[in-house]
């Protein structure tokens, strides 16, 4: 398989204060950037920086626009993988092909994200029927993680955190949890969405126990409908 259907370059450029997620986790990812933004002075005191962070939790809740905000913030290149794509029936290929996606991030000093990490990283105690193949599988992982440089930075998602290998969950310097944003959140990210449109379109149904993802998706969809309506009109009028 080719190493670029296996992976995108994401070129959107999204700041972290555009995020919304809880305090401490800004604070734990403004303190990783911070550490990559003077490594050199860092390496001077033999201190290394964290550089494998793990996003996991509630779907549609930022995981992705994070690493996004992370590779512009550092004005990194960012490389998404999703992992189900990179399975192969023959484990050898999977090994071979995370081989190259991790040798191209850090020929770049890119930021790797790969989402869906439970396509791989799962646990090798599993009674999973290729349990053998799996442990193979993720002794690789850990031989890419151990070998990873500390200029680049390696970001991984999942929604199944349990199953997650306790070995793999140990390299992780930074272990963030998201969860579906309460309702005083969403209204939060209601006011800053709806902003941006006419003040007459913005008096919408505020829906809620959604997630960030949703919410976008509601506002999106209803703007729509209002718009052409109001287009309908004017040009029937």
Do not use: W
Not at 98 to 103: P, T, V
């Amino acid at each position: 398989m080719n190493l670029n259907d296996l992976t995108v370059i994401d070129t959107e450029k999204i700041a972290l204060d555009d995020l919304f997620f809880s305090n401490e986790n800004k604070a734990a990812l403004l303190q990783i950037i911070k550490e990559h933004q003077y490594i050199e002075e860092l390496k001077k005191y033999n201190l290394k920086v964290d550089n494998k962070i793990l996003l996991h939790g509630s779907s549609g809740c930022g995981k992705t626009t994070t690493a996004k905000a992370i590779a512009n913030t550092l004005d990194k290149k960012i490389i998404i993988v999703n992992l189900s794509t990179v399975i192969d029936s023959r484990i050898g290929e999977t090994s071979k092909n995370l081989k190259a996606i991790f040798d191209k991030a850090i020929r770049e000093r890119a930021v790797l994200f790969l989402d869906e990490f439970d396509q791989i990283g799962k646990s090798r105690d599993s009674d999973d029927k290729d349990v053998g193949e799996m442990r193979r599988l993720v002794n690789t992982i850990i031989q890419l993680f151990d070998y990873f440089p500390s200029d680049s930075l390696l970001i991984c998602a999942t929604n199944h955190y349990e199953i997650i290998d306790s070995a793999l969950l140990r390299r992780f310097q930074l272990r963030l949890k998201y969860e579906m944003p309460s309702e005083k959140q969403l209204n939060i990210y209601y006011d800053k969405i709806l902003g941006s449109f006419p003040e007459h379109f913005q008096n919408i149904e505020r829906r809620y126990a959604i997630s960030y993802a949703e919410t976008l998706d509601y506002i999106n969809t209803t703007m729509k409908k209002q718009i052409i309506a109001a287009l309908d009109l004017n040009k029937n009028v």
